[in-house]
C-alpha cells in the first residue's frame, strides 16, 4: 500500500509562515481531508531538499 504526502514548498527558501498561520492552515486542511490519518505542520531550520518520488 502506498502513502500521498502533500508538501506546500513556497517559491522562497528563506520564506516561513508564522506558528499561528501554520496551525490556521492544519484546521483548514483537517476538514476538507476528513479521511487523512495525519494532518501537521513542520519548520525547518535549513534549506531542504524533496525527493518528489515517482509521481
Known amino acids: 500500500m502506498s502513502d ?3 508538501r506546500y514548498v513556497p517559491g522562497d527558501a528563506s520564506w516561513q ?3 499561528e ?3 490556521k492552515a492544519v484546521s483548514l ?3 476538507i481531508v476528513p479521511g ?3 494532518v501537521r505542520s513542520g519548520f ?3 534549506v531542504r ?3 518528489p518520488g515517482e509521481n
Open 36 to 38: 487523512a490519518d495525519e
Open 4 to 6: 500521498t504526502i502533500l
Open 29 to 31: 486542511l483537517e476538514t
Open 17 to 19: 509562515s508564522s506558528p
Open 21 to 23: 498561520n501554520a496551525t
Open 49 to 51: 531538499l524533496y525527493d
Open 44 to 46: 525547518e531550520d535549513e
